[in-house]
T-cell receptor
């Protein structure tokens, strides 16, 4: 595998289900991100992990719970979701070189989530 | 707060037509500007970038010039191909923690017909 991979690619779940999205990066990066992509709306940054520590939570509801066990893996645990949470969830990674430098983010293909 | 605005899509062109996708931004300080492309079924890929005023980013025949006076970063290509059909996102980044957060526009879908 190369780049950033995400599983599953498609997920349909009921509002009472618990599921998890998985992201793995094979680029040796030290920062990972979760984004939400809804139709006709800009990408929304949800969470940032840097060196496995969560450094950003953009006011995301607690029904979304991230986990970063190591610098290569990132999970998004889902519980009691709402239909409006249906979207494409994108994972990205980058090599953080410090605050003075822009670090290019590499994106996975996304998980298309449908909440019934 | 900082924001990016793109022209509404979808944009439909014939092959070999000239493409312009408008992008304007609002930001304090000196952001870096980017165009990302998302092909069907794939994640976003960096297409080009410009880090200071008057810089021109270019890649795969696409170009965009960082215009600070008009706060714009319009994407252009002289002759589009069917394979250019995708969604294009304009974004900005300001240096800070995590190497600069990306703030995206809403995306513009491009469809190129043979």
């Amino acid at each position: 595998e190369t780049g950033v991979t995400q599983t599953p690619r498609h997920l349909v779940m009921g509002m009472t289900n618990k599921k998890s999205l998985k992201c793995e990066q094979h680029l040796g990066h030290n920062a990972m991100y979760w984004y939400k992509q809804s139709a006709k709306k800009p990408l929304e940054l949800m969470f940032v992990y840097n060196f496995k520590e969560q450094t950003e939570n953009n006011s995301v509801p607690s029904r979304f719970s991230p986990e970063c066990p190591n610098s290569s893996h990132l999970f998004l645990h889902l519980h009691t979701l709402q239909p409006e949470d249906s979207a494409l969830y994108l994972c990205a990674s980058s090599q953080d070189k410090g605050a003075a430098v822009y670090n290019e983010q590499f994106f996975g293909p996304g998980t298309r989530l449908t909440v019934l | 707060g900082d924001s990016v605005t793109q022209m509404e899509g979808p944009v439909t062109l014939s092959e070999e037509a000239f493409l312009t996708i408008n992008c304007t931004y609002t930001a304090t300080g000196y952001p870096s500007l980017f165009w990302y492309v998302q092909y069907p079924g794939e994640g976003l890929q960096l297409l080009l970038k410009a880090t200071k005023a008057d810089d021109k980013g270019s890649n795969k025949g696409f170009e965009a010039t960082y215009r600070k006076e008009t706060t714009s970063f319009h994407l252009e290509k002289g002759s589009v191909q069917v394979s250019d059909s995708a969604v294009y996102f304009c974004a900005l980044s300001k240096q800070g923690n995590q190497g600069g957060k990306l703030i995206f526009g809403q995306g513009t879908e491009l469809s190129v017909k043979p």
